[in-house]
Structures are given as C-alpha cells and as structure tokens.
C-alpha cells in the first residue's frame, strides 16, 4: 500500500499542468490536507476500500428497506426451506435461490441475507463509537501526559501500561455478561451495544494515549509553541489551538485503522456469547451457530465470515491508503 | 544492570498487586451490581440458610474487600486454611482458592491446563517468526515484484480473517472433509504424536493470523532501515550483500519485532481464548470463558493473574533483550 510513493512523477507533472494550463491559478497553495486528498485519490487500492466502506455504510443505514426489497424479516422463521429429517437448509449451497439470496439458516430457516445485512449495523455501529470513545478519551489523556509531563505523565504512563496489561477480552467478557437489562434509559440489545461501546472503546484508549503522548512530548519542544507560550497564551489554548491541530493526522490514521480491530472484537465477543443478544443478529453470533453446523452445512459458516473478512479488508485498505497520504515523509 | 532487573522486578509485582486489587474490585462489585451471593455459588441456591451462612463464613464472603484481598494474597504465598460451617480445609501455597462450582483448588487446575496453551503458543509461535520475518524479509527486498505483491495481499487478508473463521473453514476441509488430522489434544508426554497431530491445525491457523502481521510490519521495518546511511556505508566498504542485509540491517529490523512478539506471547500464555474456544482445547483461555460464565471468581482471577504476569514478564524480557539486540541500549 506504498503507491504514492512510486508516483512522485506524477506529482510533478499534475503541478506543472496546473501552472501552464491555467496561468491565473498559477500560484495556488494546497493545504496538507488537499495534498493527501490527492495522493489518496491517486491509490486506486485505497479508493476501491474506501468505496467498499461506504456501501457498506449505506447497506446498515438502510438495512430495513434493502431487507424489504430483498429479503425477508430478519426474524422470521420458514421452517418449509429446511429438511425436516436432518434439519439442513433444502437445496445446495446452504438453500440459496431467487428468494433466499445467501440461503437460510439451519434449523429455523431465518434469511441469512436480512440478518447479515442487519448485522452489518450492529458491527459497523459498535465499531465506529468505540473507535469514537477510544479516540476522544486517548487524545485528552495522551496529550495531557505529553504536555505537562512530570508526575501527570508518570502515573497517566503507568495507568496506560497497566491497562494494556489486562488480559482485556476476558474482562470485556466479564464486564458485559454481568449488565443488567435494562441501563442508562436503554433495554434489550440496545443496552449491550452501549456497553460494548463503552468497554471496547474504554480498553482502546491507551494505544490511542501512548501516540498521541509521544507526539506531543516532540511537538512541545517546538518553536511555535514556545512563541505561543512568551505571547501570553493560556495552557488550555496551547493544548488544543497549538499542539491538537497538529496531532489531527496521526489520530486520523489511528482512528481509521482501530475501526477494522474493533469490528473484529465486537464479532469475537458475539463468537463467545458476550455480544447483542439474541435475536438481534450480528455476524460473530451467526458463525459461533455455525460451529455445530459447518459439517453438514457449510455455506452457513462461510457467509457471516465474508461478510467480516470483507468489511474489515474494505477499512484496512482504506485506512492504509490514509496512513500513507498523511504521511509527511511521503513524496509530495 | 543487575539494580536494574532489580528495580523492574520490584515494578512487576507492583503492577501485579494493582491487577489482582482491580480484578478483585470489578467482581466483588458484581454480585453487589446483580444482587446475587457468592455463597449461593457455591452451595446452590436450594441450600439452607445456615449451609450459607457457613460457607460465607468459610471463605471469608462476607469481611470486607480489602481483608479479602490480604487473605488472597497472603495465601498465594502463604497456603491458606479455611475454617467455619464446622469443617476445615488446608490449601497449600500457592494457594489460589477452591473453585465456586466444581470446589476443585485452582492452582492445580491451572497447572493442569498451562501446558495446553502454552503448546498452542510455543509452536504458533515458531512458526509465525520463521515464516512472518521471513516473508517480510523477501518481500522488502524484492520491492514491488510480483513475489511482494502476492505476499502483502496475503499478508493484509490474513489480518483481516478473524482466527474462528480460518479455524473453522480448516477444520471443515482437513478435519472433517479430508481426516488428515485429529481433533483431540494429547498431552505430550502420553503420545508426542497424537500431540502433534492434535495441534497442528491450531498451530497452522494461529501462526497464519500472526505471520500476517509479523510479515508487514518486518516489510515496513526493513524498507525503513535500508533507507539508512550505515546501510550505505556497509555496501560502500564492500560487504557482500548477504553481510549486509543478515548482519546489519536484520539486527535493527529485531527490535521492533522483537517488542512485539513480547505483547503477543505474553498475551497468548494467558489464553488465546478465541483459539482455544473453536478447536475446543482444554486450555486456560477455555477455562476462562467457562468461568465467566459461571461467575466463577477464584478461577477468573487464577487466570487473570497467570495472563497479566506473562504479558508483564514477557515485556520486561524484551526490554533486556533490547541490550543484547543494540548495543547502543544501556540499561539503567
């Protein structure tokens, strides 16, 4: 995912196109952020992700309606698709046809295509926030421990080390079987999302921390903080007008990269039994089902596994392809 | 270097010490959280109140957190002897407790189930070294040629296949479709074949996920080092390119690596619960989940500690290692 680097010539030449053919625009500053716009447009891997990652934002925005065009009720049961004597979807290929586009689930013969679409937004939601959470507590921390350093830095230092200690999907798993059901105003799975929110994001903030805490300890020897500093400015203002602005781009790389990891722990916690209950679907609970069935039914197992596969590699080259345009020392 | 381990074994049980008193806390607060009593655990809920009563009393239920705690401690060092509802048991250091439902020791069922994973670890983890390292080796060598291009494309699905779908995709095509291996694990010393035969998938699957991994991150390391001027130098005084690369660019390439595979490891001894849950090894993370699920304090924390001290441990041996690896690190 280093193609920009290869492609300073077509930098050069996309400038000098930009300063003969239009003489008026001749002189045009381009922001950091415009120039990795452009590099990123130039990665073809990276666009193809992102356009995956889209659509697959859209799929879990309008999962009712694509359902009802689709599919079926997530939650219905058609026992006349399955084999009564073995319990195993009629036909092959888990029973897909016109109708049931990814078959039906063994058993109770639920639309596996209405439940991996909704399932995308329980992943995707639970994913986003918690990256969400994990950022906002990270930056707060890390660039307090970076700025002020001394005894704030050593202890917010050791909580940090403290945490990444933590044997975390044992007390994520802990943590969440022992929510009540109903908590903060919500009920039912909507409580278990908040608090897989809440515990991913909670258990993601010191990788955030420790970055953001590296960066700010060699941002504040700076010079433009120290002219800051002799004008007058107040800590707060250095802290999130001075150092933040400046933090932006290797938080954007992080936040990018941590979404893929936290769909891939919400659907390991759903695999063991500590994700949205039943019968909310998400894609970790449909193959953690699938392990009893796989023998006999294998398209049930492969299914909710694409649909992770697929949505994790979408944000990982993505989230690369941003890495790369963010990254300074990257050819212009 | 020798005040220097000294220091940081002190730190160690510092931070182990923190980890118990929070594990401690976290579930000495649940049954507060869902109104139910330890000692109902352990006795069922049919028991009489004075059955309770007595194994509260017993196990020390109803004192307060921090005396809790100490007599945890203390029996970890110590053994413990517990006395009330008119019987008295002697558990010998170290002392972990009695398990909540099968009233086993903890210690000895943890040893029982330590050489399980710590196979799993072990031989994934040779694996996944040799073969990660290596094909990021090759891979930053050959820049850009077909050879690197399949090898990141593997590497970055890899990433982004959760280890229960790979585990569970293999087992369906050489367990089941193709009988090449068994299902079952063997301890080692009862049959080092059945033991092999038993891990292998699991090895396979596990060290595939982690090579993934190791495989960028050696790429991203060695294309970064070879940028450098002493690598220059090293060509310029004529070394012959194998020196180069496996003395002087390897060695740098190490340690990045190398602080990585202590997380990793130190992570794995205390269960590679996903793992452990879909080829159904006995092993500590399976005891774990089990144990979280029947709120099975003493157990979770048996775990929790053997999981935090290897992570804990583990770190600490890199950061010695560093010295050996760089002789520019001097530890003090």
């Known amino acids: 995912m280093t193609a920009p680097l290869h492609d300073t010539g077509a930098a050069e030449t996309a400038a000098v196109d930009v300063a003969a053919g239009v003489p008026a625009k001749a002189i045009e500053g381009r922001s950091p952020w415009r120039i990795a716009w452009i590099r990123l447009k130039r990665d073809k891997v990276a666009l193809a992700g992102g356009v995956v990652v889209l659509l697959l934002i859209l799929v879990a925005i309008f999962a009712p309606l694509i359902v009802s065009l689709l599919g079926h009720p997530p939650n219905d049961y058609h026992e006349d698709q399955i084999d009564a004597l073995f319990g195993t979807p009629k036909g092959s290929w888990g029973g897909m046809n016109s109708d049931f586009l990814f078959g039906v689930e063994p058993v109770n013969g639920r639309d596996v295509f209405s439940r991996v679409v909704y399932g995308a937004r329980v992943s995707l939601l639970v994913a986003f926030l918690s990256a969400v959470v994990a950022v906002l507590i990270g930056t707060v921390v890390g660039i307090v421990a970076g700025y002020f350093g001394g005894w704030v830095d050593a202890v917010i230092s050791r909580i940090m080390d403290l945490l990444l200690a933590f044997p975390q999907l044992l007390f994520i798993i802990a943590l969440v079987s022992v929510v009540p059901n109903s908590l903060w105003g919500l009920s039912g799975s909507g409580v278990r999302m908040a608090v897989l929110i809440a515990v991913i994001g909670f258990f993601g903030w010191p990788y955030v921390g420790r970055i953001v805490r590296g960066q700010t300890l060699s941002l504040r020897e700076r010079e433009y903080v120290e002219a800051a500093r002799s004008l007058g400015a107040g800590r707060t203002y250095i802290l999130f007008r001075e150092l933040l602005p400046n933090l932006v781009a290797p938080i954007t790389v992080y936040a990018t990269l941590m979404i893929p990891t936290n769909v891939l722990t919400e659907a390991a916690l759903s695999f063991l039994g500590a994700g949205v209950k039943p019968p909310t679907s998400s894609w970790g609970q449909m193959l953690s089902k699938a392990v009893t069935t796989y023998e006999s039914d294998p398209t049930f197992m492969v299914i909710p596994g694409l649909a992770i596969f697929v949505t994790v590699l979408a944000f990982n080259l993505f989230g690369d392809g941003v890495r790369d345009a963010l990254d300074p020392k990257g050819s212009r | ?332």
């Not at chain 2, 008119?86 to 943890?110: K, M, N």
């Open chain 2, 1 to 332: 270097m020798f005040a220097y381990i000294v220091r940081r074994l002190f730190a160690v049980i510092v931070m182990l010490l923190v980890v118990t008193l929070v594990t401690f806390g976290i579930f000495f607060a649940i049954p507060k959280f869902t109104g139910t009593d330890p000692a109902t655990l352990y006795v069922g809920k049919q028991a009489d109140p004075a059955t309770i009563e007595g194994i509260r009393q017993k196990l020390g239920l109803g004192d307060p957190i921090l005396v809790q705690f100490w007599d945890f401690v203390h029996g970890i060092f110590a053994g413990r002897d517990y006395t009330g509802g008119g019987t008295s048991d002697h558990c010998p250091a170290p002392c972990f407790g009695y398990s909540f439902r099968t009233e086993q020791a903890i210690w000895p069922e943890l040893m029982d189930r330590l050489p399980v994973t710590l196979s799993l670890a072990g031989g994934a983890c040779v694996l996944w070294v040799l073969g990660g390292v290596a094909t990021g080796v090759v891979s930053a060598l050959k820049r850009g040629s077909l050879l690197d291009r399949t090898a990141m494309t593997a590497a970055l699905s890899g990433v982004s296949l959760p280890i229960y779908f790979t585990g569970l995709v293999s087992l369906a095509i050489f367990h089941y479709w193709l009988n090449w291996t068994d299902g079952e694990y063997v301890d080692f010393a009862d049959d080092p074949g059945g033991w092999f035969g038993g891990l292998i998938l699991p090895w396979v699957t596990l060290a595939f996920l982690y090579a993934a991994m190791y495989a960028r991150l050696t790429r991203a390391t060695m294309l970064e080092i070879l940028g450098e001027d002493y690598i220059r130098t090293a060509r310029a005084k004529g070394l012959r390119e194998p020196v180069v690369i496996g003395k002087h660019a390897m060695r740098s390439t190490m340690t990045p690596i190398l602080t990585i595979l202590g997380m990793d490891l130190g992570a794995l001894v205390g269960g590679a619960i996903l793992t452990e849950s879909t080829f159904n090894l006995p092993g500590l993370g399976a005891a774990a989940v089990k144990a979280i699920g029947d709120r099975d304090l003493p157990l979770i924390l048996g775990v929790t500690l053997i999981t935090s001290a290897a992570v804990i441990i583990a770190n600490l041996v890199v950061d010695l290692l560093y010295a050996v690896i760089d002789p520019r690190v001097r530890l003090s």
